[in-house]
């Protein structure tokens, strides 16, 4: 088993030949099938790195809530559409934002040091959002958290992808997503719990600075990745962390000496293709240098045949995974709820968020035997007739005469009629959320893995901003979509898109 973490899935057919190398150089195939499970060190790594996950489903969820319970709170006056539009949506603006200059600075301040960056700003944005008293104090709030959120996105799978050992790669990224679906249910919970308090909502965005908080002080005293190391001249340093990822004992020196060796190589490889070999190290470190080598990775993500097809590949399923609105649901569920009358919208919500951390469990188990594209062929068909049967049970639903977003009476209107087509319609959004988990909710994140060493940071990068983009797309468009094109016409056209 040659499968490599420093390898692409979509090779290049035209690699460059360097000539004639030593015998450093060539290092031999690297055969870890022998692992029988990832040790007590990657775990460990992988769970305080996770909490970003965990902070990145909160901060998603708890909008849900938020939302029908600030009334009033801000600005002294109820929220209009274009509020509550702006509220959601800039969260993944900002992700969007942050996204691209953090492959950047992933590259040369490090995967961890992003990742604590990414923390203050969580708890900044926590602490902001909850003490605000404005619409525009709210926007801002949201907009930092959202900076974290696409920092923690991009970076969080590509630390956990370049410690894990290759066969246990899948699972381990997607525990990850599992935070994230487990930060959703947490907020549901927190939004369930808080929403008959005063001002309860205060509570719900505030404690989102608590994990961050608590991941920061843990994952200072954490490694950084050996790939990322050895990119840096420190591998000395590398060899010690993957010596702990792969056991520490003798048996495994063998295989650390080759891992290293790989990695050395893909380094090589790199400096080659770029010009730098022959440069001393203080020529590499001024900034003309690094403009030059972010210049050097667009230019080898674009021009090379295997780098452009992993990038179309990335973009794509991670627009995908975005625009089949999902995240409509996570940021919406408890309007939608509200609307069609049930009385308890968002512990009524609690399903969807359930329904997605249950079955994210199960592509953990399942991703690396199944495979991810025949995942993906299982499960999209299974989101197709979970919306297109959405689509059909708003048809016989009489929705209250006022806006889709004035909800503060729909359910006392609705409380007398049958709850036939409401209930078909939480099946029917659970259906739906149950093979988004299984396939699209994890796949894209294996993004890394399609990526070779050279461009695997900045392609990673550009990919999660086509997520982020995507998902300011649905944040910004769902309210007015469900007002004008109907609730039918909106998750009809999701379908259309799966």
Same mark, same amino acid.
């Given at each position: ?7 692409p ?22 055969d ?7 040790g007590a060190f990657?775990w ?8 970003s ?5 909160y ?7 938020t939302?029908v319970?600030i009334?009033t ?6 929220l ?6 702006l509220?959601?949506s800039?969260?993944?603006l ?5 996204s ?8 040369h ?7 604590l960056?990414a923390?203050?700003?969580?708890v900044?944005?926590?602490?902001w959002q909850a003490f ?7 926007? &801002?709030g949201r907009s930092?958290?959202g900076?974290?959120?696409g ?8 630390y ?5 050992p290759?066969?246990f790669?899948g699972?381990?990224?997607?525990v990850?997503t ?11 919970i927190?939004?369930w719990l808080f929403?008959?308090?005063?001002h309860?909502w205060?509570w ?6 608590l994990?961050?908080?608590i991941?920061?002080l $843990?994952l200072?005293f954490m490694?950084?990745t %050996?790939?990322?190391? $050895?990119k840096?001249?420190?591998k000395e340093?590398a ?6 990822v792969?056991?520490?004992?003798g048996s ?5 000496n ?5 990695v050395?190589?893909?380094i090589?490889?790199?400096e080659d293709a ?5 440069v ?11 403009a030059?080598r972010?210049?050097?990775?667009v230019t080898q993500?674009?021009?090379?045949d295997g780098n452009r097809?992993?990038?179309?590949l990335?973009?794509?399923l991670q627009g ?5 609105g ?6 919406? &569920?408890?309007t939608i709820?509200?609307l069609v009358?049930?009385?308890s919208?968002t512990l009524? &919500?609690?399903?969807i968020?359930?329904?997605n ?6 592509a ?6 199944v495979?991810?594209r025949?995942?993906?062929?299982w499960?999209?068909p299974i ?7 959405c689509?059909?049970a708003?048809?016989f639903?009489q929705l %209250? ?5 004035e909800?503060s009476?729909a359910?006392?209107e609705?409380?007398?009629s049958n709850k036939?087509? %409401?209930?078909v ?7 739906? $959320?149950?093979?988004y ?6 796949v894209p994140?294996?993004q890394?893995?399609?990526f070779?060493l050279t461009v695997r940071s900045?392609?990673s990068?550009l990919?999660?901003?086509t997520n ?10 769902f309210?007015?979509m ?6 039918v016409?909106?998750f ?7």
């Amino acid at each position: 088993m040659t499968t490599t973490a420093a390898e692409p899935l979509i090779s290049n057919n035209h690699r460059q030949s360097f000539g004639e190398r030593d015998a450093h150089d060539e290092a031999p195939d690297v055969d870890e099938s022998a692992l029988g499970s990832p040790g007590a060190f990657i775990w460990i790594l992988t769970f305080c790195a996770g909490v970003s996950g965990l902070l990145f489903g909160y901060d998603t969820g708890v909008i849900s809530s938020t939302l029908v319970s600030i009334n009033t709170d801000l600005s002294s006056r109820p929220l209009s559409i274009l509020d509550k539009s702006l509220i959601t949506s800039c969260t993944s603006l900002f992700a969007l934002i942050a996204s691209p200059l953090t492959g950047v600075l992933a590259d040369h301040w490090g995967r961890k040091k992003v990742i604590l960056l990414a923390d203050f700003f969580f708890v900044v944005g926590a602490l902001w959002q909850a003490f605000t008293g404005t619409v525009g104090g709210m926007i &801002s709030g949201r907009s930092v958290v959202g900076a974290a959120v696409g920092a923690a996105s991009f970076v969080v799978p590509l630390y956990i992808s370049e410690l894990s050992p290759s066969p246990f790669r899948g699972r381990l990224v997607t525990v990850c997503t599992l935070f994230i679906t487990g930060g959703q249910v947490v907020a549901y919970i927190i939004g369930w719990l808080f929403s008959a308090h005063p001002h309860g909502w205060r509570w719900m965005v505030g404690l989102g600075a608590l994990p961050a908080a608590i991941q920061f002080l $843990v994952l200072y005293f954490m490694p950084e990745t %050996p790939r990322w190391l $050895v990119k840096v001249n420190r591998k000395e340093q590398a060899k010690r962390v993957l010596s702990r990822v792969y056991g520490g004992d003798g048996s495994a020196e063998g295989l650390v000496n080759s891992v290293l060796r790989r990695v050395e190589r893909e380094i090589y490889e790199e400096e080659d293709a770029a010009g730098e070999r022959a440069v001393p190290e203080e020529g590499k470190a001024g900034w003309r240098a690094k403009a030059a080598r972010i210049n050097d990775s667009v230019t080898q993500l674009i021009v090379v045949d295997g780098n452009r097809r992993a990038l179309i590949l990335a973009c794509m399923l991670q627009g995908f995974q975005q625009l089949c609105g999902f995240n409509s649901l996570m940021y919406f &569920s408890a309007t939608i709820f509200s609307l069609v009358g049930f009385r308890s919208p968002t512990l009524t &919500s609690l399903s969807i968020a359930t329904t997605n951390f249950a079955f994210t469990l199960l592509a953990f188990h399942y991703i690396d035997l199944v495979g991810r594209r025949r995942i993906l062929l299982w499960s999209v068909p299974i989101m197709v007739i979970g919306l297109a049967l959405c689509s059909l049970a708003f048809n016989f639903i009489q929705l %209250p005469a006022q806006k889709a977003t004035e909800i503060s009476t729909a359910a006392n209107e609705l409380a007398g009629s049958n709850k036939t087509w %409401p209930m078909v319609i939480l099946l029917a959004m659970v259906t739906y $959320v149950a093979g988004y988990a299984i396939g699209m909710g994890n796949v894209p994140w294996q993004q890394s893995e399609l990526f070779p060493l050279t461009v695997r940071s900045l392609g990673s990068a550009l990919s999660t901003a086509t997520n982020w983009g995507s998902n300011f797309l649905i944040g910004i468009t769902f309210l007015p979509m469900m007002e004008y094109l109907t609730p039918v016409g909106t998750f009809a056209l999701y379908a259309g898109v799966c």
